[in-house]
């Protein structure tokens, strides 16, 4: 057994696009999230959770959770049109497994229009979302006492090029070589590593990162509309101070 595995866990996904040339004026707006876990939690609470959820449901465990596929209640979620009461059950189901699951989120919202405007040659929005991310997860790491352990943080696959470019930024935050013109955060006392999954690895945790992009991106986007989902992920937001309760 390596006892240099840290205790955590990463999962990050995204909302919306980083591109700046053509902005959605719907969404115009990128969100990065990454949802941190205990791996001992994440083993005996979250994945059979979402385990027993899929074989209530569907009667096997290959589906996979799509916010956007659910929001829009097509594909398997297409039954969620059709009978109001099991759609009811359904995201009672999945808010309860939210809340009562043990992590920390932290984000970062790029508003692309505000960017664009205000630099003639402005950073990759990924880039920058990136950045205040790994801030964000560096402090709850070293809170959680995570130095000289090796922490893994799971991306989803999006394309070979982007996933290329997406590891170089990654290890150039993590080995303090990137210039954002201040002083940076040592990230060098954790050993980071970035490892990349399909969707159709059916992982728990991205799919977890899947469900609270969105409803995050939102909140920034539309701050007064109904939320749903952000009212019961709210409480696991880091935002510089974290829920300390958590084991």
């Known amino acids: 057994m390596n006892r240099d595995f840290s205790d955590y866990i990463i999962f990050a996904d995204e909302s919306g696009d980083h591109h700046l040339e053509k902005i959605d004026k719907r969404y115009p707006v990128f969100c990065l999230a990454l949802c941190i876990f205990k791996k001992s ?10 385990q027993q959820l899929k074989f209530d449901f569907w009667g096997h465990d290959k589906i996979i959770f799509h916010e956007r596929e659910m929001r829009q209640q097509e594909g398997d979620f297409a039954f969620l049109r059709i009978d109001n009461i099991l759609r009811e059950k359904f995201f009672q189901r999945i808010d309860e497994i939210m809340k009562n699951s043990e992590f920390w989120i932290t984000s970062a919202v790029i508003k692309k229009e505000e960017l664009k405007a205000k630099y003639e040659e402005p950073f990759n929005p990924y ?3 990136l950045k205040i991310c790994m801030e964000k997860l560096l402090s ?5 006492q995570q130095i000289g352990k090796k922490i893994f943080c799971i991306f989803e696959k999006r394309g070979k090029k982007e996933d290329k470019q997406l590891e170089l930024e990654f290890y150039r935050i993590v080995n303090n070589n990137n210039d954002w013109g201040y002083k940076r955060p040592d990230f060098s006392k954790i050993d980071f ?14 799919q977890f ?8 991106g939102l909140k920034i986007l539309r701050e007064n509309q109904e939320n749903r989902p952000w ?12 829920n300390k309760s958590f084991p």
């Not at 709850?140 to 959680?144: D, V």
């Not at 990162?209 to 995050?216: E, F, L, T, W, Y």
């Open 127 to 129: 880039h920058i979302a």
């Open 193 to 206: 590593d970035i490892k990349f999954a399909s969707k159709q690895h059916n992982s728990t945790g991205l």
């Open 140 to 144: 709850i790491l070293r809170e959680e």
């Open 209 to 216: 990162a899947d469900m609270v992009a969105r409803p995050i």
């Open 231 to 242: 009212d019961i992920i709210k409480e696991k937001y880091y935002n510089g101070y974290y």
């Open 41 to 50: 939690h994440y083993i005996k609470y979250v994945v059979p959770q979402i």
